[in-house]
């Protein structure tokens, strides 16, 4: 089973910037696709990135295209957010998810980390 730990978040002035990290403990990315999602207060989780298990195509919201990009690294077992020009409204819990070996569904999720972007 898939283990994920997720690092990188903290508080940041808006405009600026932050790398989220999410390591695989156990099992391997390579054959799998990865997910950041994020939750802020009272909203509902939603998607932000995701890139697919050949790392050949990425996809994100319309709220973050052209600031937050994807990649990911097989051989550190390691998938990265790195989020420019930061907004209060990027204020959320981010998580990373997995999808099962080979599939589309995504099966395994990190514990998440604090973003906070203060005005």
């Known amino acids: 089973q898939v283990q994920l730990v997720e690092s990188g978040g903290g508080l940041v002035q808006a405009g600026g910037s932050l790398r989220l990290s999410c390591a695989a403990s156990?099992?391997?990315?390579?054959?799998?696709?990865m997910g950041w999602f994020r939750q802020a207060p009272g909203k509902e989780r939603e998607l932000v990135a995701a890139?697919?298990?050949?790392?050949?195509?990425?996809d994100y919201a319309d709220s973050v295209k052209g600031r937050f990009t994807i990649s990911r690294d097989n051989a550190k077992n390691t998938v990265y957010l790195q989020m420019d020009s930061l907004e209060p409204e990027d204020t959320a819990v981010y998580y990373c998810?997995?999808?099962?070996?080979?599939?589309?569904?995504?099966?395994?999720w990190g514990q998440g980390t604090q973003v906070t972007v203060s005005a």
């Open positions: 156990r099992g391997t990315l390579s054959t799998r696709g």
């Open positions: 998810a997995v999808t099962r070996s080979y599939g589309t569904e995504y099966a395994y």
């Open positions: 890139v697919r298990r050949t790392g050949e195509s990425a």
